[in-house]
Nanobody
């Protein structure tokens, strides 16, 4: 059974940084992709960044240059390093996994069958 567990969320001031972690278990696929999504209160879920096991990456336009996604395949652990946070980044951040590789990499939540519970990120001004 696939399980994704996020950690690393918290409260920071505008301009601050956080590093999110997502640990996967029961996920034994050799070719896969993982992604971070976020959902703010009253808003739809949106894709933040995705990465394939081969290193390909894709970012949403609103995070380019501020966030970095990385993957430790041996540990099946996904990371999201977030810098220059602003109040609009406040949301519940969830990681997701897909056992298939798509080209181009997808930031569509419907393409990811496995999900974690999420970790809250709150940015104050």
């Amino acid at each position: 059974q696939v399980q994704l567990v996020e950690s690393g969320g918290g409260s920071v001031q505008s301009g601050g940084s956080l590093k999110l972690i997502c640990e996967a278990s029961g996920f034994s696929y050799s070719s896969y992709s993982m992604a971070w999504f976020r959902q703010a209160p009253g808003k739809e879920r949106e894709g933040v960044a995705t990465i394939s096991v081969y290193g390909g990456k894709r970012y949403a336009d609103f995070v380019k240059g501020r966030f970095t996604i990385s993957l430790d395949n041996a540990k099946k652990t996904l990371y999201l390093e977030m810098n220059s946070l602003n109040t609009e980044d406040t949301a519940m951040y969830s990681c997701a996994a897909d056992r298939r590789l798509r080209f181009p990499l997808s930031l569509n939540s419907a393409d990811f069958p496995y999900w974690g519970q999420g970790t809250q990120v709150t940015v104050s001004s």
